[in-house]
């Protein structure tokens, strides 16, 4: 099978095309072909090897040395299962899935094993899967942080970054939860963010927010430009920084801001939880959340895919397709 594969840290151009030997699942695992997969921020951070401020001390021991230790990355993909290992009842062949092997990467080649009861729900039927494959990373992080920052309905949330992938999710789903939205974004995506749920739409090129006279309860920082010290006069008394992207200092810090305010700091890595995906999945199909795709690659052009990511422009997620299929429902 083919497989895009990062041999060292570096830009773009580092990705190669290798063949290796299709894997057989084994028991109670499936094995999907790979229609289509997601390029995230993950990734590209990953190929790269750039890390926000204080994590690169950290690289060698955390992700390899010299390269990443997994070669072939990709946290999200969707597909249909080709191959059950022995004692698998939960899928069938030929199932139309979901895979969100996450921080285990891989959804970059043609074929992926997943364990059946590990991070693997069906496609929801109303998506595309190219659709299916930009849900995971930015919902799965945006579910997450919204939960352990404990938003609820009538609160005013803020999010930093609002067409990002894990932004674009944000706004939708803080919406769902009855969160009053206001949407930080240049002004050519704001016509977008609005369509997303967002009431109201400040151009961070015009109107720094963090400098304005509105009080937020939650605020979600997903671009990491957001540190509490900046926003901290904006937040109301018992608001929330939801610091999806800090660097080292900012995540070690965050357990101990309290002070007279009660203000508290939510930062370190999202969880993945089935369950989770299992939650966007029905959000998807009950039509209340839409993975947001930029653009779209065949497979052979990953290496483009990878230089949208890398400029921090897009809306939602780079997708590439191994299948002519990828994009039906």
Do not use: W
């Not at 070669?71 to 069938?92: E, H, I, Q, S």
């Not at 074929?111 to 899967?129: H, I």
């Not at 930015?138 to 009538?154: I, P, S």
Request: net charge positive.
């Amino acid at each position: 099978m083919k497989v895009a594969f990062v041999p060292r840290y570096g830009p773009p151009e580092v990705v190669e095309f290798r063949e290796q030997l299709r894997p057989a699942p084994a028991p109670g695992h499936v094995r999907i072909q790979v229609l289509a997969a997601a390029v995230t921020t993950a990734d590209s951070r990953l190929r790269s090897g750039v890390l926000p401020r204080g994590f690169g001390v950290l690289r060698g021991i955390a992700l390899g040395f010299g390269g990443p230790r997994k070669g072939v990355l990709g946290t999200d993909a969707a597909g249909v299962v080709d191959a059950l290992g022995p004692g698998v009842t939960r899928f069938a062949i030929g199932d139309p899935v979901l895979a969100f092997p996450g921080s285990a990467m891989g959804c970059h080649a043609e074929y992926l094993v997943m364990p059946a009861d590990g991070r693997l729900v069906r496609k929801p039927a109303n998506l595309s899967f190219e659709e299916a494959a930009s849900l995971p990373f930015g919902g799965v992080t945006a579910l997450d942080y919204l939960r352990r920052g404990e938003v609820k309905g009538a609160e005013r949330v803020l999010v930093n970054g609002a067409s990002g992938s894990v932004g674009s999710a944000a706004v939708q789903l803080a919406k769902h939860l009855g969160a009053h939205v206001t949407a930080v974004c240049s002004a050519a995506n704001a016509d977008l963010a609005r369509a997303l749920g967002a009431e109201q739409v400040i151009d961070y090129a015009s109107t720094d927010f963090a400098a304005g006279s509105a009080r937020y309860d939650a605020i979600v920082d997903c671009v990491g430009n957001a540190p509490y010290a900046r926003v901290r006069s904006v937040l109301t008394r018992g608001g929330r920084l939801l610091a999806v992207l800090s660097d080292l200092p900012a995540t070690l810090g965050a357990p101990f801001i309290r002070g007279e305010h009660m203000h508290r700091v939510v930062a370190g890595p999202a969880a993945e939880k089935v369950e989770d995906l299992a939650t966007l999945a029905e959000l998807a199909e009950q039509r209340v959340f839409k993975p947001l795709v930029d653009q779209r690659f065949p497979f052979a052009q990953i290496v483009d895919a990878y230089r949208v990511v890398d400029s921090g422009r897009k809306k939602g997620s780079v997708v590439v397709t191994l299948n002519a299929r990828a994009a039906t429902r």
